[in-house]
């Protein structure tokens, strides 16, 4: 049950099937793809696809801010140069799109199976395995420092213009590379904070036996003893004693 480098994982084996299982083979096998997964959903390499990903949205924004420079000199020439930078930013930004659209399928997909193998024959080492703190909080401090540098680069660009200077078009630039940064961050501190959320949700224990049931008064005055949970305590006293006087069957003994 090697996973394929590029595959996700299969899903855990139908209660019908799991007699057949080996439990040593079941049991690594769930270790081994919570851990794929859990590098999946929150590795350093997925941290990356995010952060490259914005990366391609904002060199997309660049061509538009060009554009809208552009368009703002007025001339002929500077309006066909403007609607050449305009292409090729909508060319940049709609691959861009699709890929991110791609990403998030593709984490709802993990996260599906996250939960399916997480709940699947629990282990007493799963908290080291479904909260991995390391990378959650790795994820989130970097997310916050990309957070603030958008923060700084949206509200320095519009605090400082002045007018004469700086153009519309430059200042729209900056506000919209900072809003990228910005979301980019929060959404990869969103995603630490949902995966540390969802392991403690995880982690708690199931709902517990219920307990014996108590011991019910025999309606003649004879007492009863405890029953197990599940079981009806329906037969009449009478049968009861007659049962317990009864002389065992042949062979029995």
Do not use: N
Request: glycine share 12%; aromatic share 10%.
């Amino acid at each position: 049950m090697r996973m394929p480098r590029r595959d996700l994982p299969p899903p855990p084996p139908p209660t019908h099937l799991r007699a057949w299982l080996d439990d040593a083979v079941v049991r690594a096998d769930r270790a081994r793809f919570l851990t794929d997964l859990g590098r999946l959903s929150l590795g350093a390499a997925r941290l990356l696809t995010l952060w490259l990903v914005s990366a391609v949205f904002a060199l997309g924004w660049s061509f538009v801010g060009m554009a809208l420079m552009a368009f703002e000199e007025g001339g002929a020439a500077e309006k066909f140069v403007g609607a050449v930078f305009l292409v090729l930013g909508a060319g940049v930004l709609v691959p861009a799109g699709f890929w991110f659209v791609w990403g998030a399928k593709r984490d709802r997909e993990v996260r599906r199976l996250l939960c399916a193998w997480a709940g699947f024959e629990r282990e007493p080492g799963d908290a080291a395995l479904l909260r991995a703190p390391g990378r959650s909080l790795g994820w989130l401090l970097s997310s916050l420092a990309l957070s603030g540098l958008g923060l700084w680069v949206t509200f320095g660009s519009a605090g400082t213009a002045r007018p004469g200077t700086d153009t519309y078009g430059e200042v729209a630039y900056f506000m919209g590379l900072g809003m990228i940064l910005w979301i980019t961050g929060l959404l990869g501190a969103g995603k630490a904070a949902a995966h540390y959320r969802w392991a403690l949700r995880a982690l708690r224990p199931g709902p517990s036996a219920s307990p014996a049931s108590p011991a019910r008064p025999d309606p003649d005055g004879e007492p009863a003893r405890a029953l197990p949970a599940g079981v009806s305590a329906q037969v009449p006293a009478q049968e009861r004693r007659s049962a317990s006087t009864e002389s065992p069957p042949l062979g029995s003994g």
